[in-house]
């Protein structure tokens, strides 16, 4: 039996590892907010690909708590600067035996995992999926729902094709990818402009960022910015790649980005992974990003100070 330790138990993590486990994968959940609702009764996931209970094998408080070596650990917890991707995996990778995946958002957020934990393979994953946690112990599961993965820096490894089809066996749609760095930038031009729109935006849905008007033009004029700058990186995105995100968009059920749910919750938002990475390497390479720039001052202070207007 294959043996998952899933670390981030947010919406995102509770879905698809509750399909592993559907799958017959044996799934241990590092579980923090919502511990005693977790210990008690599992997860109930209504999901438009059908409602389901996940009793995870064991829930725990703290990845120091897990017995033995897992097959795999996902990382799925947000990529915040309070939130140490090593600190979170150290306790958990006790030898090379065990894969650890990356299910985030962001670009350029597997480098210091892999310089931490040489010996382990890694891979890489994009969620391509509208989820929420709307009360401890309960996820909403509202689009999509598949995932690209492939080995950091590059390749598809035997891990990875194991995984995949763990995925696959519950009907979780799991494509591997040579080149998971093209697939990161292009998951980039959707989650740079929506992301960050839907909150200065005031609270727009993605359906209110896709109608023609003045919001659609500004994440057009973001995706621009996102292509420059992962072309100067060596990365072939195109307007074609941004002109499919948006179609897929306008026809996505009406759904609140995870940052505007983070937002409306009070929690700390992934700028730096999403916006601030993005900010760097066009600075390092000389592309001028305007709207993004703007975009990242203005969330960086929505971060500090918050909906209650106070200093964090």
Known sequence: MC???VIGAGGVGVYFSGRLAQAGAEVTVVARSDYEAVSRAGYAVESIAGDFQFTPAAVL??????????????????????????????PAVRSSKSTIVLIQNGIDIERKVAESF??????????????????????LHLGSGELTMGDYPAGISAEARRLAALFEAAKVRCELCEDIGFVRWNKLLWNLP???????????????????????????????????????????????NAE??????????????????DYEAGRELEVEAILGNAVRLAAEHGVPVPHME??????K??????????ER
Do not use: W
């Open 3 to 5: 043996r998952i330790l």
């Open 118 to 139: 040489p010996d382990n393979r890694l891979l890489s994953t994009v969620a391509y999926i509208g989820v929420s946690r709307p009360a401890p112990g309960r996820v």
């Open 194 to 240: 929506f992301n960050p729109v839907s909150v200065l935006a005031g609270g727009a849905t993605t359906k209110q960022m896709t109608q023609r008007d003045e919001l659609e033009g500004l994440c057009r004029a973001l995706m621009r910015e996102v292509i420059a700058v992962a072309n100067a990186c060596g990365v072939a995105l195109t307007e074609a």
């Open 244 to 261: 499919a995100q948006i179609e897929y968009t306008r026809n996505f059920p009406a759904y609140k980005t995870s940052m505007l749910q």
């Open 294 to 299: 703007s975009c990242y001052a203005l969330l």
């Open 301 to 310: 202070s929505v971060n500090r100070i918050g909906r209650n207007g106070k």
């Open 61 to 90: 408080k703290h990845a120091s708590e897990f017995e033995g070596e897992a097959d795999y650990i996902i990382l799925a917890a947000k990529v915040l600067p309070g939130a140490d991707a090593v600190g979170l995996l150290s």
